[in-house]
């Protein structure tokens, strides 16, 4: 139980950061 916890917690650290990453992106061109 305690792995799917963490699997979700970094799943959803990974979309902030993907979030982030495109904004950024969006924000240079």
Known sequence: M???EEG???LSINSFL???ESS???NVK
Do not use: G, Q
Request: aromatic share 8%; hydrophobic share 40%; proline share 0%.
């Open 8 to 10: 979700k917690r970094i």
């Open 18 to 20: 993907n979030r982030l």
């Open 2 to 4: 305690r792995m799917y």
């Open 24 to 26: 950024n992106a969006a």
